[in-house]
């Protein structure tokens, strides 16, 4: 029995790393029992074959899990976002940046195609959004080698995971960082307003020693229950510029919504905690109280 990493799952079948190579495991029957299903960063243990097959016998303990991506184990979320085809929906970004807090993940929002947004209002609001945040804001272009070594230095040593709209250049981002993946990119559907799925399954790639970057199948929902986002008293630390506030409210049970008292409220009228930030979370504060679905 040997210790790997889980690359990728396909069919019913993973793709494991590890000292002795990469192995093709199926999945002892046991995992169905338990409800966890290994997934792309799982740190498993094997039974191996001669022939460099084998068979999953124990998921290690997880750090943390996304379930869509689904993926394990993550250091790093790049947030792609582009400023054109589609526009930021940044409701679907502040979700995506909670979960990714609540989860010991650090988020970090990737804005490209910004030579075809005519002008900078767009970006430079976007920007002072999460800059204010405190969350890391790139701003990159694949074509003009814009921004790229700053991810690269954020990759090294991590095990991260791109995800976003489909559409929004993660393929064409990966193509740029690391010529050799040779990712199929797709063009927007106009019809539709969002691109091609054109990733599959969640893959990791290794780029060096114990550095790995995922692709993701683009998405546009989330599932607060699937997420372990159903607890309002958490929901505050999913917004990082709200924690310096914790405490400070007239009522033990504030929710940071309406109440007279707040200093969360009061810093978003004092320009402390930008409005469309408080804006997602009120949101998402009343999507858990009335338990529906992102």
Known sequence: M???LILKGIGGFYYIETVEGIYECSVR???RKTGISPCAGDHVKILTEEDQTGVIDEILPRKNSLVRPAVANIDNLFIIVSLVDPSPDTLMIDKTIAAAEMNQIEPIIVITKNDLCEGEDKLTELKKIYDKAGVPCLVVSALENQGLNEIHERLKGKISALTGNSGVG?????NALFPAFYLET???SRKLGRGRHTTRQVELYKIEENSYVADTPGFSTF???KYDMTSLDELFHGFREFEEYFGQCKFTSCSHTCEKGCTI???VEEGNISVSRHQS???IYQEIK???PW
């Open 2 to 4: 040997i210790e790997g």
């Open 29 to 31: 029957g046991k995992f």
């Open 170 to 174: 993660k393929s064409t981002l990966l």
């Open 186 to 188: 797709g063009e927007i």
């Open 223 to 225: 599932d607060v229950a």
């Open 265 to 267: 409220l009061q810093a």
């Open 281 to 283: 979370y009120k949101v």
């Open 290 to 292: 009335d338990n529906k």
